[in-house]
């Protein structure tokens, strides 16, 4: 049996999965992933996606795809409670905005992405051409066998499902991005920690009806549809003819058997409430809430990542967005590391860093679970604060890491409630988003780092800029200094970038490739070289002399 070798093996065409082999692939890693399936799923899970993940695509090049892939939801708003869709005038039925309008208005003040929801399937067939066009192996109906760590690596058999066929691969690490039901956590031994069984059982049903002819012009990000045949939760794909339905059931009286495509359809058409329009299922997905985070993440060369580390409830629409930051956080170390361009302790650190974001996540999504009058009135600020309710931009974008490769962080979330005095240039934290002018463009800064190392300064950083290119040349990795203000390669003609992100004119941040922010000097330092020189290699845990 002849045995292939790649440096990294993602098992899962989930968003995860193929969000970590695009990056990997971006950074020039070469990586196969494996789905037991034969495409990736034509069923979406889920719609919401959080800034930090329109953010990540943006770094790879993918902006434009995720518009497009969006541009059917654009108009789906807020929520809605019906008795039956075609039985409502849309147009004066009560809506609850999604996201609040606070919201809406922070985050274009804090992103340079736009908020609005992507159906996830179309998501991932965006995530599955980059990968591809980047140099990604990816092989669908291709199964794991088994896995057998070593020191040096992973061994994997591999089952085509199709031919039966069976072949060995070795990788240098693994991600196990296979789902909540992950059968490399299984095999592995890690537990799930967390409550499971929340709510009733659920069925997700994907269906097909031309339902765009009621809603246009009213569309709604969901709808809670009540009436005397069923009660639900309606949701839009493309505000055409491609829809979801959530139903649930009772356990104990009723099993997912008692609900055959036929019956679904027949619920379907009493939620729209008319017969006429014909309604076709397309699938089914059982699924019960939980909130569980794996008790560790790492184990030898293999990571877990996504559902196979946490099950998120999905209050809030956190799930898939905590999923692809750990993708995100993931491949540039597992990048760094392959190349040798760092030592063990930077992949270490994917567990320090994300464990507790993992945890802080599915604990914010649980207490909006119990409290959903909290989660859904805007104006009961004062009670969401007595349970510790963050601000929903603070659990998806503005929580900070508080140890792992970084300098000094704080040791505290600033503030649960207000996400803009979170992102201030601490260690530990995304960078701060200000637009600026670059070569004849306008980007964000959030675009600086372009898949390296970048050291931000203020107008007057002229010695950092200088001493980067020494200790670029002398670690032999991507590190490249740009000064941001009024007049500057970076034009910040506002000038007001540097005094957010904690900065003096002569100070400095060390940005990440993922945008967070390593170290800060608020000011200048007498010898900038020996010092960045100093920080650099202890965030990639390496020695401080050349690679």
Not at 55 to 77: M, T
Not at 337 to 364: C, H, N, W
Not at 418 to 433: A, I, M, Q, W
Not at 471 to 483: C, F, H, M, S, T
Request: hydrophobic share 40%.
């Amino acid at each position: 049996m002849t045995q292939e070798h790649y440096p990294v093996l993602v098992v899962g065409a989930g968003t995860v999965g193929l969000s970590t082999a695009a990056a990997l692939a971006h950074y020039g890693v070469p990586v196969l992933l494996v789905e037991r399936h034969a495409a990736t799923t034509a069923h979406p899970r889920a719609t919401g996606v959080q800034p930090p993940v329109k953010e990540f695509f943006r770094s790879l090049g993918l902006d434009e795809r995720i518009r497009a892939a969006s541009a059917d939801l654009l108009p789906s708003n807020g929520k809605v409670d019906l008795e039956t869709l075609a039985g409502t005038d849309l147009a004066t039925a009560p809506r609850i905005p999604t996201p609040p309008i606070e919201v809406a208005e922070l985050t274009a003040k804090i992103s340079p992405t736009p908020l609005g929801p992507c159906a996830q399937d179309r998501i991932d067939l965006v995530l599955r051409k980059a990968a591809e066009e980047k140099g990604a192996d990816l092989r669908f109906n291709t199964r794991l066998e088994s896995l057998r760590q070593g020191e040096s690596g992973v061994t994997v058999t591999l089952i085509d499902t199709v031919s039966g066929k069976r072949s060995t691969v070795r990788a240098d690490y693994l991600v196990a991005a296979d789902g909540a039901a992950s059968s490399v956590r299984r095999e592995l031994g890690i537990e799930m920690q967390g409550p499971t069984g929340l709510g009733n059982p659920m069925i997700n049903v994907l269906f097909t009806a031309e339902l765009g002819d009621l809603v246009k012009g009213n569309e709604f990000a969901f709808a809670q549809i009540t009436n005397e045949h069923t009660e639900g939760i309606l949701l839009t794909v493309d505000n055409r003819d491609r829809w979801i339905y959530h139903l649930s059931y009772k356990e104990g009286e009723e099993t997912l058997a008692d609900y055959p495509d036929e019956r679904c359809a027949e619920l379907i058409r009493a939620a729209i409430g008319r017969d006429d329009i014909p309604v076709e299922v397309v699938s089914t997905i059982p699924w019960r809430m939980s909130a569980r985070v794996a008790e560790r993440v790492i184990e030898g060369r293999v990571i877990l990542a996504g559902d196979s580390a946490h099950t998120i409830p999905p209050i809030g629409a956190f799930g898939m967005s905590s999923g692809v930051g750990d993708a995100c956080n993931l491949a540039w170390k597992l990048a760094y590391t392959v190349k040798e361009q760092a030592g063990p302790g930077l992949l270490r650190s994917y567990e320090a860093e994300r464990l507790p974001i993992m945890r802080f996540t599915r604990d914010q999504a649980l207490l909006r679970f119990q409290h959903l009058d909290l989660h859904w009135d805007e104006e009961k600020d004062g009670e969401r604060s007595k349970v510790a309710m963050a601000d929903p931009l603070v659990t998806a974008a503005a929580y900070q890491y508080e140890a792992g490769a970084l300098i000094d962080p704080p040791s505290t979330l600033r503030s649960l409630t207000r996400p803009d005095e979170n992102l201030d240039g601490s260690p530990g934290t995304r960078v701060p988003h200000a637009w600026v002018e670059h070569q004849g463009k306008r980007i964000s800064v959030l675009d600086l780092p372009d898949s390296g190392f970048a050291l931000l300064t203020g107008p007057d950083g002229q010695d950092w800029a200088a001493a980067a290119e020494e200790v670029a040349a002398r670690l032999g990795v991507p590190l490249r200094a740009y000064r941001v203000g009024p007049q500057c390669e970076v034009e910040d003609a506002e000038g007001g970038w540097a005094a957010s992100a904690g900065l003096a004119s002569d100070g400095a941040l060390l940005v990440r490739p993922d945008m967070v922010v390593a170290w800060r000097s608020p000011g200048a330092q007498d010898q900038p070289a020996e010092l960045l020189n100093q920080v650099l290699s202890r965030v990639l845990d390496r020695s401080e002399t050349a690679a």
